[in-house]
């Protein structure tokens, strides 16, 4: 509960940039993590 | 294809690196990240003041006590037209929590309301919300932002 309210006010903290910003890696690194597991499971094939 | 670079594609990538540059140190300094500018007053005098972002927090409890949504604000700062007192109380808010002068002190709700030059309250506004990655094409440029 309290990392959970310390998060919180991190998370409040964060320019609208840096959200910006984190939301770009997230989708990166969704999508290169999606890539490797389509390369992993042709590989099996 | 040649593997040279024209001067066009050299500059453009300067410029870019350039603003990268920039950015990153937005981005790396959240709401530590400064930068000077000159206000106006009414007695016709110049000041220097210390413009900093603000963090999602504080930009919603602007919106709020102006009566506003984030989503009332378009790219550049339209959008508002139809709400201009609104506008001007959140112009107000943004000032007081985002501007500093030389010794830490922040501005009051009268100095802001009373004692700025015409026009120098959308001026630092814009500037606050542009730094914080509200309008501006600071949000947009982190897609073309290499990770290293």
């Known amino acids: 509960m309290r990392f959970g309210m310390k998060l919180r006010d991190n998370v409040q903290e964060l320019t609208p940039l840096q959200s910006a910003y984190l939301i770009h890696l997230a989708v990166k690194y969704a999508d290169q993590e999606e890539a490797a597991v389509r390369k992993a499971a042709r590989r099996r094939k | ?148």
């Open chain 2, 1 to 148: 294809m040649s593997k040279e670079m024209s001067k066009e594609e050299k500059e453009a990538a300067l410029k870019r690196r350039e603003e990268h540059k920039k950015l990153s140190t937005q981005i790396l300094q959240g709401i530590d990240y400064r930068e000077i500018a000159t206000v106006k007053l009414v007695d016709g005098g110049e000041y220097e003041v210390t413009v900093h972002p603000l963090g999602d927090g504080a930009l919603m409890r602007c919106f709020q006590q102006a009566g506003l949504k984030l989503t009332d604000i378009g790219e550049k700062g339209a959008g508002i037209e139809d709400k201009p007192y609104e506008w001007m109380q959140l112009l107000t808010e943004l000032i007081v929590r985002g501007v500093t002068v030389e010794n830490g002190e922040r501005l009051s709700m009268d100095d802001v309301e009373n004692k700025f030059a015409l026009g120098e309250r959308a001026k630092l506004g814009l500037m606050i919300l542009k730094l914080s990655g509200i309008i501006g094409e600071q949000a947009a440029a982190t897609e073309t932002f290499r990770s290293q």
